[in-house]
Structure formats: C-alpha cells, structure tokens
C-alpha cells in the first residue's frame, strides 16, 4: 500500500474549518483515500473517503489534487470533540489498512 | 445495525497466561480484521478473514497467535504464553466485500501482561 506522510500535529480554534493535509505520491490507480479518526481510547471512526472525485458527506469534506498526490480533510466548524488523531490511508479495495502515526488534531476553545 | 462489539474491553493477565478476545462484526459483514495498537502508534494489522477463510497474516502474528471464525461470523483471537510485549490495545473491524470496503472498527481491547 502507498505510503501517506502527515503532519505530526495541528491546533484549530473552535468554529473554524479545520483543513488536515496527507501526501500519498506514490499512490496507484486503484488505491482509495480514506481518513478515519481515533479519539482517546476508542477505535478508529471512519469518516470519509474517496478515489479522484472531491466527496462531501455530513461529518467532513475531502479535497483531492488531479494529480492525486496529497488530499485533504475539511472540518467545516471544528468543535471540542473534533479534538481527536486522524489517519490517512491509502489503500485497494479488499487490503488491509497500513496506517501512519497520523495528526493530533486539538482543537482550542 | 449494532456495530462491532469486542470482548471483554479491557483483560489484565500475568505473564505466560493464555487470553482469549472475541469480536462480533457488523452482520452481514463477511470480511473481518485484527489490528494490534501500541501506545502512540497507528494500529497494525494482524490478520484478516474473508468468511470462515483466514486469508492473510501479518509477520506480526507469531506461533504464540492463533485466530479463528469458525462460523463465519464472530471471531476469537487467542495469545499463549503472554509476554509484557503484547500489552496494546487489539482492534477488530469488519466491512462487507463490493460496499467499498469501508472498515468499521470495534472500540477494541486493551490488554496489560503484567
């Protein structure tokens, strides 16, 4: 599976987009993007993901390139318990996930 | 629609005890995953079934690991021998083949070998 590099860590103010950027240049054809989230002590919630097209659904939104080399997940009005880590992960259907260390993502009242 | 449940949430066990965890996916999901998660760490991936079928195993599994579903449906996840280095969280998820894929994990267990 590609390789998705993310930024350690990131703060958002709340009520403010919050925009998570993933590199995956070395994604193929046939590898979707999908960004799950992980708040303390629970597992993984899935939130979104996408293959070239932009997708849109009720909890975030997901920009990728033409090129589809980098994505990145929007927030739109990150509250309190948007405070969570998020992965990237590219990946075929039917493989399993290799996931990163991802973004701590702490959003500040 | 449930979700993925696990069993028990959390399992304290003296070094060299066997455990045993059990998940129960989404019904109708014929696709089931085992990760392991360290502090810090994203989760790994242990294994995966496709119905009764254990189609691929992580380098990750040791002899000490064995996984089943004997069913089909619910799965068990066993550790002998338990070492201090097996201490993490184990996360299952299912998804269902052709739904895109999409995986939903179970809020996993966490294992302290003491």
Known sequence: DAKTTQPTSMDCAEGRAANLPCNHSTISGNEYVYWYRQIHSQGPQYIIHGLKNNETNEMASLIITEDRKSSTLILPHATLRDTAVYYCIACSYGQNFVFGPGTRLSVLP | ?114
């Open chain 2, 1 to 114: 629609d449930t979700g993925v449940s696990q069993n028990p949430r959390h399992k304290i066990t003296k070094r060299g005890q066997n455990v045993t965890f059990r998940c129960d996916p989404i019904s109708e999901h014929n696709r089931l995953y085992w990760y392991r998660q360290t502090l810090g760490q994203g989760p790994e991936f242990l294994t995966y079934f496709q119905n009764e079928a254990q189609l691929e195993k992580s380098r990750l599994l040791s002899d000490r690991f064995s996984a089943e579903r004997p069913k089909g449906s619910f799965s068990t996840l066993e550790i002998q021998r338990t070492e201090q280095g097996d201490s993490a969280m184990y996360l299952c998820a299912s998804s269902r083949a052709g739904d895109q894929e999409t995986q939903y994990f179970g809020p996993g267990t966490r294992l302290l070998v003491l």
